[in-house]
């Protein structure tokens, strides 16, 4: 019984903890030079993926900013170069046309980005919808799921090549694939399962982060109370873009790591919960085996894309 109690607490000061976070320790101000390096940040024209946009660029590095609407983010890409002072070291930000709820935009994407490129440091699956109101993708998919699981799988899937060619030439660990969840993962949502496939990638380090209580436009399609409940709770995009780049950034992270959930505004989770550990290993290890069972999914619905 007391055993039980201390984990009910302990995931109580987590979930609190998520909501009040800490201060930030990584941020523009201390994040080194990334010259010569290469990113691609998904949904990158607004909210949380403007921000790592924004900051890449500050220090240096060549960001690809995917999205699907070219006027969305070429009017991003103009603002993310004002913002930054004659005298501030800029890197090159280029746009990637990618509809990640449409399979059959992923292909043309990639094949566009390494026609151009050679090496990726970091991907930054940051996109995502939360309650549209369109029910399905083009594929015939719920929404929801192509946009957040399906369409970054087939992404990361087609990515793989060029990361690992780059994690050849590069420190270990230095090499990320960082994947967005949320707070809501802490109260049952299978968000991480989707991700916790890519938890083994050789010299590739693969974290899923909640980048915080932030407040953007995933919420518009939300009741309008739940956006004037959560107001005072919500904090700045700057702050979820902090976290990805704790997690893409960190040097204490090894690739032992590989699947760990970051908190906010940049801290491995103490105790994530049993049940979703166990769904994250096979059963030949004494888990449930749903994890694996949910990328066998995956696979099978972005098999014709590949």
Known sequence: MDQHFNKQ??????????????????????????????????????????????ILYRVGGTVYLAGRSEEKALDAIAKIKSLCTPTSPKGNIIFLPLSLDDLTTIKPAVKRFTTAESR???????????????????????????????????????????????????????????WTASIVWETGSWQMLSQARFAKMGWILSLVQNPGNIKTNIMRHS????????????????????????????????????????LPWGRIH???????????????????????????????QIAGFL
Not at 15 to 33: A, G, H, K, Y
Not at 232 to 249: D, E, H, K, V
């Open 120 to 178: 990726l440091d970091v991907l930054f699956n940051n996109a995502g919808v939360s309650n549209p109101p369109r029910a399905t993708s083009p594929q015939g998919h719920d929404l929801q799921l192509a946009t957040n699981c399906l369409g970054p799988h087939l992404f990361t899937q087609l990515l793989l090549p060029v990361l690992r060619r780059t994690a050849v030439d590069t420190p270990v660990a230095s090499v990320r694939v960082i």
């Open 9 to 54: 607490l302990n995931s109580m000061g987590v979930t609190w903890s998520q909501i009040f976070p800490p201060p930030p320790s990584l941020t523009e101000v201390n994040l080194p030079s990334q010259n010569g390096k290469v990113f691609i940040v998904t949904g990158g024209y607004s909210g949380v993926g403007f921000e790592i946009c924004r």
């Open 270 to 300: 103490p105790c994530p919960r049993d049940d979703l550990l166990r769904a994250m290993k096979g059963k030949e290890e004494g888990g449930t085996g749903i994890a694996a069972e949910f990328t066998q999914y995956c696979d099978s």
């Open 223 to 262: 009741q309008p109370f739940v956006p004037f409940f959560l107001g005072p709770f919500l904090y700045a995009p700057r702050f979820g873009a902090y976290t990805a780049i704790w997690s893409a950034f960190d040097g204490d992270l090894k690739i032992d790591d590989g699947g760990r959930y970051i």
